[in-house]
């Protein structure tokens, strides 16, 4: 079957807010929506451009199993609050917890990063990174077959998993699961 994920953006003042993939014509499944200039990431984008915010990318299976010693989900953060972040994004019927309805995103949010950006970087706040997106897509998207002209996008995938597009990161490659991220232009 698979694990879904939500993603989830944390305001300095607690609040919490995310976007539902199905709301933007995608599945739940992390790959079902994952390169670039796919609507419902781009989405996500827009609410950290030129803003730093914190991002939790969370499957459903997150508690299954949860060790708080080394699970990669609180490297940063305490259980008690990767649970509270868990609730938000799984069981959204909270006072601080806002869904971003499809209604209120503009075409410019759902353009926000394509296959033609130039000069823009996704900055990890958190672990001091940055990835020249420019530079990423042209060396990732795929030049023939099948998939000719995707590019997987390192949002999701950057705090999903524990290493990164490797060789295109400054600094070090391991990332863990609630970061700060802004995107920003040169």
Known sequence: MGQYFKPLIV????????????????GSKLMEYSWIG????????????????KIAWIGDYSLDD???????????????????????????NTEIHVKIPSSK???????????STKDEYLVNHTLGEYLDLGYYINRCIEKTGTWKGYCVDPL?????????????LVN??????????????K
Not at 180 to 185: E, K, N, P, Q, T
Request: glycine letters at 2%.
């Open 11 to 26: 305001y300095p003042d607690g609040s919490t807010v995310n976007a539902y993939s199905y709301d933007f014509g995608c």
């Open 38 to 53: 796919n609507e419902f990431v781009n989405v996500i984008y827009s609410f950290i451009y030129r803003r730093t915010r």
């Open 66 to 92: 949860f060790n708080e010693k080394t699970d990669i989900y609180t490297k940063n953060i305490s259980f008690a609050e990767f649970e509270q972040y868990y609730t938000y994004a799984w069981n959204p």
């Open 105 to 115: 995103v503009t075409e410019p949010d759902l353009n926000r990063i394509n296959i």
């Open 156 to 168: 999701p995938r950057s705090i999903i998993m524990k290493k990164m597009m490797s060789s295109m």
């Open 172 to 185: 070090n490659p391991f990332i863990s699961k609630l970061e700060v991220f802004r995107c920003l232009r």
